[in-house]
């Protein structure tokens, strides 16, 4: 028996190399471990903790969607599109660049949590539900838009597939109904992404709590019991939706950028806008990740236990490695169509860069190449939280940017001369972009206080699979395969 | 053979050829097309701002430094493509062609408003009903009964008056015979002081528009896109002036 063994002479461990064991379970929280019990009763404390200022911001919140949001919106359903700024022969504005937006954003849960899960990125686990449920909410913000900016909503179902009395069914031919379908079906199968490892931490919420919501985490466990039948079956269902959920996920951004390639517009007929808006969308989603687990690591209870420095620092790597990989769509993109010598096209590329709003273009490039560039390339710049929260807000700014010169932008001046035209954005569709936002964080902090947004049972997982192990005088951190 | 060459001379393909050489711009066309299809006025500001409703537009240019300027006119309405961009991107089909006429038709009550196909003309040619429109009285009074009134949130554009093209078949085979070169013609044409558009039958080869089509000053705009477009315009250069 390895107890039995006697230390050896000499290899009584030096206070230096205690210190760098210390120092590794300080860094990684995979090294860490926590008693159980202990682990969930602070994810438990984490959900229950309402203050004062979170019941402020729940409220102030609630009343900005309902003014700012439906507020709005009513108003421009019921007197007409022309509230909004949009104008010959700027048909699209901010609700369709709001749109891309948060389509981008929601790609940020499905790439951290399915493909980081499929490559075994250990750092993934304690942020995974974090990131799926800025899938869900980016996703129920940016599914309003194609609703929004209808001009006549109230016959919107006309784009569903559905058999009615005139036997008429949609254009499938259209990109709007591709986008329609993709959309619905990243939707459904993200929410059951998110459903299915939340299954466990249900349970264990049930197990330690009352009332009503004890009843409400009892119906969403389904009956977990934790059998190793139960167990193996999960493991297969997140294991098979982690795989499907992928190739959703790069359909339907690719999809969104069918809407404006297989156009005629000039400047939007570019066969590269497929893995272009991909990147562009993983990269303001993992900016976005790193956005939110600042915030939860500075208002949530406990938070700094399982958010820690190495994930802002593996985040930031990442989102350094996808701004480069955005540059090079962007130049390829830019330079290709330049070089094609379409002088429409040409027209277009020049107006961006030398253009009334060409600030937008160089705020685009300064936020989504030269600054990660410039900061993220440093350890310490990637270890300051709060240094990274702003680094990645202006990331988010930037892939705004880059979709408000792609969308009015490019738009605005197209073959014609005699049609160009600037477009300038009302408050209403400004507030009905500020509103979704605030959606966006409401239906984030009902969450964060309902359920564990830390996935216990997989940081728990994680840390049974981690160990340090001594070869020769080191500690070295070690992972058994688990599946 | 000889008689499907008759057929083919009988089938609609309605097309329009504008002379930009005697065309002077003085936008009777499009005051002529605002009244035959109930086209509201959005005002002064709104037409400012980009918002104007007019099927037809006179695009004009300017030739030349100022004060040495010449003005240059172009007539620019639906150009009815025979491979219309506008079409495959409406998601509820209230954009498509006819296959009786072969032109661009517009289901109003079928559009829900989602712009995109105004976003896919090269032309510009599609105006949006951004509110509902009042036409104050006596101006009502003007209103044609054969035109549909279109409320806020529809996109609309140049039918080639396909009322008058309906009523002049119904006309001839009320009187038992075949449309005639010169039957139908558009309220633009019809409005025009010099003559400049001519409207008629393109699958007739001896109609007027097939003639002029076949012209040396005949060109398409944009038709290097492979839209197709069914108006042709005649332009000769700059010693015709104007």
Not at chain 1, 203 to 228: C, P, V
Not at chain 1, 341 to 351: E, R, S, W
Not at chain 1, 441 to 466: C, D, N, T
């Amino acid at each position: 028996m390895a107890a039995d063994v006697k230390p050896f002479i000499g290899s009584k461990a030096s206070p230096h190399q205690e210190s760098e064991a210390e120092e590794l379970r300080k860094e990684h929280l995979m090294l860490d471990p926590m008693p159980r019990d202990e682990m969930n009763q602070m994810v438990m404390e984490a959900m229950t903790t309402t203050t004062r200022k979170w019941w402020a911001w729940v409220i102030g919140l609630g009343l900005a969607v309902a003014v700012l949001l439906f507020g709005a919106w009513g108003y421009m359903i019921a007197t007409g599109m022309g509230v909004a700024g949009i104008r010959r022969p700027v048909f699209w504005g901010i609700f369709i660049v709001t749109f891309v937006f948060w389509i981008g954003i929601s790609h940020a849960g499905t790439f951290v949590s399915a493909i980081l899960r499929v490559f075994k990125a250990e750092f993934r686990r304690p942020f995974t539900r974090a990131a799926e449920l800025m899938t869900t909410f980016g996703l129920a913000a940016g599914a309003l838009y194609p609703l929004i900016h209808l001009g006549r909503v109230w016959v919107f179902y006309w784009m569903v597939p559905y058999p009615n009395a005139r036997w008429l069914w949609p254009n499938f031919r259209s990109a709007l109904v591709w986008d329609f379908l993709a959309i619905t079906t990243y939707l459904l199968s993200s929410t059951i992404y998110l459903f299915l490892p939340l299954i466990p931490d249900m349970a264990m919420a049930r197990d330690r709590s009352s009332g009503w919501r004890h009843f409400i985490y009892k119906l969403l466990a389904l009956g977990w019991r934790g059998t190793e039948a139960e167990w193996f079956r999960l493991r297969k269902a997140i294991s098979i939706f982690a795989y499907a959920i992928i190739p959703v996920m790069f359909s339907v951004h690719t999809i969104v950028s069918w809407d404006f390639a297989v156009s005629t517009v000039s400047g939007w007929q570019s066969s590269i806008f497929g893995p272009y808006f991909i990147i562009g969308a993983i990269l303001s989603g993992v900016s976005a990740v790193v956005t939110i687990l600042y915030i939860l690591r500075s208002t949530m209870k406990n938070m700094d236990y399982f958010i820690r420095k190495e994930h802002f620092d593996a985040l930031g790597k990442l989102i350094l490695v996808f701004s480069m990989a955005w540059a090079y769509f962007f130049f390829n993109e830019y330079i290709l169509s330049w070089y094609g010598g379409d002088a429409a096209v040409k027209q277009v590329l020049t107006l961006h860069a030398t253009g009334p709003s060409a600030w937008v273009w160089y705020t685009m490039l300064i936020c989504n190449v030269a600054i990660p560039w410039l900061f993220l390339w440093n350890k310490k710049v990637r270890r300051t939280p709060w240094l990274m929260f702003i680094i990645t807000l202006l990331v988010n700014v930037g892939m705004y940017a880059e979709r408000y010169t792609i969308i009015p932008l490019t738009l605005g001046h197209q073959r014609n001369p005699f049609d160009w035209g600037i477009y300038n954005p009302t408050i209403i569709e400004v507030s009905i972009a500020l509103g979704t936002l605030c959606l966006f964080i409401f239906l984030y902090l009902i969450a964060s206080r309902f359920i564990p947004l830390v996935p216990v049972w997989e940081v728990q997982e994680g840390q049974m699979s981690h160990t340090l192990r001594k070869v020769g005088k080191t500690e070295i951190p070690s992972v058994t395969e688990l599946e | 053979m000889t008689e499907l060459l008759a057929k083919e001379a009988h089938d609609e393909k309605w097309g329009m050829v504008i002379d930009l050489d005697i065309c002077s711009g003085c936008q009777a066309c499009v005051t002529a097309c605002s009244m035959e299809n109930n086209i509201p006025f959005v005002g002064e500001d709104e037409m400012a701002y980009g918002r104007g409703m007019q099927w037809m537009r006179i695009r004009r240019y300017w030739e030349g430094e100022y004060p040495e300027v010449t003005p240059d006119y172009q007539p620019m309405l639906c150009q009815q493509c025979g491979s219309a961009p506008c079409e495959p991107v409406c998601p509820v089909f209230a954009t498509l062609h006819s296959e009786v006429e072969k032109i661009n038709l517009q289901v109003y009550n079928r559009c829900i408003g989602t712009r995109y196909c105004a976003n896919n003309c090269p032309y510009h040619a599609r105006t949006f009903n951004w509110f509902d429109y009042e036409i104050p009285a006596p101006m009502n009074s003007y209103l044609n009964p054969d035109v549909t009134v279109r409320r806020r949130g529809v996109m609309e554009k140049c039918t080639f008056c396909v009322q008058r093209i309906v009523k002049g078949r119904q006309q001839a085979s009320a009187e038992g015979r075949e449309i005639e070169d010169g039957d139908i013609t558009p309220a633009c044409a019809q409005a025009c002081p010099t003559d400049a558009i001519t409207f008629g039958n393109l699958s007739d080869p001896e109609s007027r528009v097939s003639k002029m089509v076949r012209s040396d000053r005949a060109y398409k705009e944009l038709e290097n896109l492979g839209t197709e477009p069914r108006v042709t315009y005649l332009k000769g250069g700059k010693s015709y002036g104007g």
